[in-house]
Nanobody
């Protein structure tokens, strides 16, 4: 059993930056990877990034790579998502999830409650 909790969302102007955090607890030693997903109003849930918990390798949505960076601190059981050059289109509810190292949200088993990111124009 794994629990994840996101934090760090808020309101930011276009071009600004935010750093989201995902705190993991429970049987974190069993986590293959942590992933970031987002869902905007009227849109389907989409993959943002994922990171292997042990190896630290990361993967990103093609359209986001270069602006978003994910990292993890195993000692703190925390994953981060650094978001730069934010655009209004990035406005969404951002979720942290624990699961396999892939980009398919349906395969992730444990989800946080989400943290809202709103980018104003």
């Amino acid at each position: 059993q794994v629990q994840v909790v996101e934090s760090g969302g808020g309101l930011v102007q276009a071009g600004g930056s935010l750093r989201l955090s995902c705190a993991a607890s429970g049987r974190t030693f069993s986590i293959p990877a942590l992933g970031w997903f987002r869902q905007a109003p009227g849109k389907e849930r989409e993959f943002v990034a994922a990171i292997g918990w042990r190896g630290g390798s990361a993967m990103y949505a093609v359209t986001l790579k270069g602006r978003f960076t994910t990292s993890r601190d195993n000692a703190k059981n925390t994953m981060y998502l650094q978001m730069n050059s934010l655009k209004p289109e990035d406005t969404a509810l951002y979720y942290c999830a624990a699961g396999p190292y892939n980009s398919i949200w349906q395969t992730y088993d444990y989800w946080g409650q989400g943290t809202q990111v709103t980018v104003s124009s």
